[in-house]
């Protein structure tokens, strides 16, 4: 008997609840029972977003929205500045060549985050850039952007929108979109949701439904101009995934009794024990700003990274992300993202200890452990 | 207390035993639990499409796997024939329209089959033509279009492929992709695979692969090469839609189980049932060629339709698909593909009975299930 954990930055678990909700019979996406429940999911992810905009709801994975993003704004032979600091930001410049956008590419060191006065110099440099795409969270660093500066940057200029890829980022950390002029957001719901993989989320500014207006970038499956006048019905323009918004309307009413506040503490306590326990333990951050969705963390001089995963699940059952591409083998990503609570974090830890002492790193067997148990006792004494 | 029937043409039900494996807790699509699960749907994929192309599985709705139909295989300015018999066959065209690729329109009346003889004229007519994309059974209808005929006059063609929407076909009827010669076949989860919306499937041949070579259409999320190349290695391209594919693998079970000849038999018969259930009430068939996937019943004179589905779904709470477009208010439609048996049939007939009944139309009680009965009697006598 293996008791299995997964502690991956995406998917992440499901809670019970709504794994049940989702079990429920299918419901008809044009039928009187299926309507209230749309209704309620979008009113609830204005709430998640912090806005005032619909959040459209597309069947597809976080990357359909990421092209629903770009593609919906800009035209052929627009520019657009692709924040690059990890495999998420060059998915930015990806979609761009691959629908004749130009992308200006800053380039950023994998595990730094970007300096603002970079994104304001290349505007200046380049005042027809359209868009900055950017990562509230780069997912394969851990990293977090800047993004309140990067959106007052844009703010400034009338003809650039700020389009934030927040899939590890949105009901993570705060990332109010009104108030700080986020022009398009967009989510996924394997992450903070605590969904199954399967939905896709944009919501945009007026600055940027502007934008839609003359763009003329090829589209259909992701056309946010309709998916916006059918969400105004509370119907989607394809068939709707019944299933999973059924499990959103629940996912979203255990986030709403928690509160924002309560989850950005929650996120960030388990981040702050994660963090002192990997160091505490004897092992390097990866992240110079790191992200409360996930800790990556360095592997040791000497150990293959393959390895660590690999005793983390075969020997632990402990599912954690690896390193991808570049970082392949030398990093490797504890999550602490949506459904997650502190013995998730103990267990992330403990599993680390063991697995390093199993490959003969040298760390100190229930030190990590002791540093997180630090941060996150909650009791009277705390 | 309402005890609910879903009837209708899409999403159709979920078997207990899929929404149970869909309900257990989520595994990490990169992980060695999942690969065998994704390996064994893949398998029985080719099973159901009867090919031995490797069927693609998209996160999306079916549309999704029309827009990858059309954009993996064609570019800007390639003419392709689009059988415009419905509301799926008007999709043809407006996929086109947003690509740059232009479409021939063959218009066929809505309720008829459209004659394979304008295929092959419009195809001499107009030689550079690339696809004919083609629905094998439209759902706005009902109607079965002459797939096997339409693939034989492409077959002949060395430059023109046979793309064929088989979202309310595969699963239902013999389609046999290889031996039929069709090059490109799309469906949907939410059909005759028993599982909620959420999931497209696409499967090429050679002919159509070698046109991937050299199409030109942007494309990024549905990226069909790309996918290949993943699900060679058991994975997609993108995040895979765990759930469902954990359902999907547990549909494909219950499907081999019966086999594609019980299947087809067991679609037929029910189908058949329908439509002698429908005409002994004294209602007539909308479709010239009807499908077995679902029958398209007119609306008698002086009755709305739209009182007719209301009043199935208000007072039996029988959830049924009125017509679409032009056909609003003309026809409605019932299902009986995927998880349909005989007293599904039954419910569809007996709550017709008692609507129109209640809606003042002239049928009589009880000839309609009599008819069925008679074709769906089983035992010893029958």
Not at 100 to 117: F, K, L
Request: aromatic residues 6%; glycine residues 10%; proline residues 5%.
């Amino acid at each position: 008997m293996l008791k299995r954990y997964l502690l991956a930055p995406g998917p992440t678990p499901v809670p019970h609840e709504v794994l049940l909700a989702m079990a429920a019979p299918i419901i008809h996406h044009r039928s009187p029972e299926f309507i209230p429940i749309l209704a309620q999911a979008k009113e609830d992810l204005k709430w998640l977003f912090q806005t005032q905009q619909d959040v459209l709801i597309l069947t597809s994975t976080g990357t359909g929205g990421m092209v629903a993003a770009v593609t919906n704004f800009l035209s052929p032979g627009d520019k657009a500045i692709c924040i690059r600091g990890g495999k998420f930001g060059e998915r930015w410049t990806e979609i761009c060549n691959a629908y004749g956008i130009v992308p200006v590419n800053i380039d950023v060191e994998w595990g730094t985050a970007v300096d603002p006065q970079k994104v304001e110099d290349a505007l200046k440099a380049d005042p027809e850039v359209k868009a900055v795409y950017v990562q509230a969270c780069e997912t394969s660093t851990g990293v977090m952007h800047p993004t309140k500066e990067i959106a007052e940057i844009c703010r400034k200029r009338e003809g650039t929108i700020c389009v934030v890829d927040a899939i590890t980022a949105a009901g993570v950390f705060d990332l109010p979109m009104d108030s700080w002029g986020l022009d398009v957001v967009v989510t996924g719901s394997q992450k903070a949701l605590m969904l199954p993989p399967g939905l896709g989320f944009v919501a945009a500014s007026e600055k940027a439904w502007a934008l839609n207006k003359t763009s003329k970038t090829p589209r259909y499956y992701f056309n946010l101009a309709k998916e916006r006048k059918k969400l105004a019905e509370n119907q989607t323009n394809f068939t709707s995934a019944a299933s999973l918004i059924v499990g959103l309307k629940a996912a979203l009413e255990m986030m709403k009794k928690e509160g924002l506040s309560g989850i950005f503490a929650r996120h960030d306590r388990l981040a702050r024990a994660t963090r002192a326990g990997v160091q505490a333990m004897g092992l390097g951050l990866f992240a110079k700003v790191p992200s409360p969705a996930l800790t990556a963390v360095k592997v040791p001089e000497g150990i293959d990274g393959g390895d660590v995963t690999k005793c983390l699940r075969d020997t632990y059952a402990v599912t954690v992300a690896g390193g991808q591409d570049t970082l392949k083998g030398r990093i490797f990503r504890l999550a602490h993202m949506g459904y997650f609570d502190t013995f998730d974090v103990i267990v992330g830890l403990s599993a680390t200890e063991m697995t390093m002492k199993d490959l003969g790193a040298p760390v100190a067997l229930g030190k990590g452990v002791a540093a997180a148990e630090e941060i996150l006792a909650r009791g009277k004494g705390a």
